[in-house]
């Protein structure tokens, strides 16, 4: 959190055109939001840092409680996905941008973080109307999801439901893939840096 924290103050105080800090901001402010997203899952209400502190004991930062965490972190996927809208909206990033983070990755995860907010965890009182506000927020946010290109994974011929099992063997761009981690498609003989390279192979039994 302290470096994105860096990094945010960095490219807010450079040089760079408004629309390419966008592009960077937006992607920075989602980790920020993930890694809190992270903390409030495991602790309840952390403390809240938005700006690079210095490592003395005037630095010390109460715990904020969990509504708060949790309102900072939705703060924070909004500002990524109005951030991002621009570049993401018209079906995502292409090339070798793929996988980066999108409008629709920020608020994707914004309706998981509504969900735990709704969830016996966080409304102990199972609160009806949390789920109602979820509700009829993401469903708002729908449409800028699809337009960044996220859908259900289809084939022309889903025999069987053969969809749900060829969407785990794509190495192409799959649409239900919001959040990603990029592993390489390098092929050839015997090369150790190359997808399936032989000493995986070599190493795991035959069956």
């Known amino acids: 959190i302290r470096n994105i924290n860096d990094c945010i103050e960095g490219i807010q105080g450079g040089t760079l055109t408004d629309e390419e800090k966008n592009i960077l901001l937006g992607q920075a402010y989602f980790l920020r939001a993930w890694c809190y997203f992270n903390l409030v899952k495991w ?71 509504l969900v735990w907010w709704c969830s016996p965890l966080f409304n102990r009182a199972n609160d009806q109307q949390r789920w109602a506000d979820a509700y009829a927020m993401m469903k708002q946010e729908l449409d800028s999801i699809t337009s960044c290109g996220y859908g259900l994974y289809q084939t022309t011929n889903n025999v069987n439901g053969s969809d749900f099992a060829k969407q785990f063997l794509t190495s192409d761009v799959n649409p239900e893939a919001v959040f990603v981690t990029l592993y390489n498609n390098i092929t050839g003989d015997g090369l150790d840096n190359q997808k399936n390279n032989r000493w995986e192979r070599d190493i795991r039994p035959a069956n």
């Open 43 to 113: 602790y309840g209400g952390v403390p809240i840092l938005d700006k690079v502190l210095e490592p003395t004991a005037s630095s010390f930062t109460p715990r904020s409680s969990a509504k708060k965490c949790i309102e900072f972190i939705l703060n924070d996927l909004d500002n990524a996905a109005k951030m991002l809208a621009k570049k993401t909206m018209s079906g995502g990033w292409t090339g070798s941008d793929y996988g980066r983070v999108t409008t629709g990755t920020a608020l994707a995860l914004k309706g998981r973080v």
